[in-house]
């Protein structure tokens, strides 16, 4: 009707569906911390050149009574939008520590940190008050950003970074390579570890210039004093270049899934079943 008599809007009962699925799935959202349908997966991380383990990476999941699993990417963007990021990234931080502090292991714990959450003020607090209650040292945990952390207010984050670092929670650059100015980061803060995108990794096999720029990446790691982790290595082949190239740890399908916390205990008590690669030099 604002658009005058006589207009006609073909799309409107479409882009009604659309804001009540999402109404609904924001309501549901609201209720499923309460009914504790969140959990945390874990993915481990390993280190190449002892080829153990050396953290875990925490993913949220929600098992929503009726859709079954969500990803995080269908709901974690709303999440943030509405505020809820804020409670939800609290629980997964509390849990996080408290699941890492029962690991038989002194792994690391990585959790992704959204831009709503450092913009809450509460996140130190929230850090300082998980760490304590779990009884885990700050240096067994580690937060995962992206560039999307740091375009909003840059003052700010800048300085709830330099607070957690003088905790001794170690920082992480998620995702590196997806953005815009991802190097600029790399000079406004010493990250202690860079996370090179999974779309460099699969670029790889089929295009030369993937292995280029992950050859760059780790160089440029070593230079700064940072570890650099390739994400979501599938396969052998994969796994045999990345380490040519330099990177220091990987996380992915062929390592391990994100798992339930029951089967990353499994796993920890297991010991290191991981695929072992050939030495670089090794002229097969
Ligand atoms: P991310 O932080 O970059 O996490 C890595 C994603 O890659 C995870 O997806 C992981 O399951 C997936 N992955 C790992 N290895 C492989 C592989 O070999 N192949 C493929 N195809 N995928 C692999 P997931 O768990 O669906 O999470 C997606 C994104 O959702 C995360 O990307 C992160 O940005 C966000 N997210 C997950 N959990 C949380 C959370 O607790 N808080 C916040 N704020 N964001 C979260
Ligand atoms: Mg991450
Ligand atoms: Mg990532
Ligand atoms: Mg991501």
Not at 51 to 58: P, Q, Y
Not at 59 to 88: C, K, N, Q, T, Y
Not at 105 to 110: D, F, T
Not at 183 to 211: C, H, N, T
Request: net charge neutral; aromatic share 6%; glycine share 6%.
């Amino acid at each position: 009707k604002l658009d005058g008599r006589g207009t006609f809007r073909f799309f409107e009962p479409a882009m009604d569906a659309r804001m009540q699925a999402r109404r609904r799935l924001e309501l549901d959202m609201r209720q499923a911390l309460a009914r504790r349908e969140f959990q945390l997966h874990y993915q481990p991380q390993l280190n190449l050149a002892d080829e153990r383990l050396v953290g875990c990476e925490a993913l949220i999941r929600w098992r929503h009574p009726e859709r079954g699993l969500v990803s995080p990417l269908d709901f974690i963007p709303l999440a943030e939008e509405i505020g809820l990021i804020v409670p939800i990234g609290e629980w997964v931080i509390r849990q996080a520590c408290r699941d890492a502090a029962s690991w038989p292991r002194p792994l690391s714990v990585a959790v992704n940190v959204s831009p709503a959450q450092f913009k809450s003020d509460r996140l130190v607090e929230t850090i300082v008050s998980a760490l304590s209650h779990a009884g885990l040292p700050a240096s067994r945990l580690e937060i995962e950003i992206t560039e999307g952390v740091l375009l909003q207010d840059n003052e700010k984050t800048l300085h709830t970074l330099h607070r957690l670092r003088a905790l001794g929670v170690r920082v992480s650059m998620d995702d590196f390579g997806t953005g815009y100015s991802s190097l600029s980061y790399l000079r406004a803060f010493p990250f202690d570890k860079i996370k090179i995108d999974r779309s460099f990794v699969s670029d790889m096999e089929d295009k030369a210039d993937g292995e280029a720029i992950i050859r760059a990446i780790a160089g440029l790691g070593r230079s700064l004093g940072m570890t650099t982790v390739a994400e979501g290595v599938e396969t052998a082949e994969q796994l045999r270049r990345i380490r040519a190239e330099g990177c220091t740890d990987v996380q992915g399908y062929l390592i391990s899934k994100p798992l339930p916390p029951d089967d990353l205990l499994r796993l920890l008590a297991a010991g290191s079943p991981f695929p072992r690669t050939p030495p670089v030099s090794d002229p097969s």
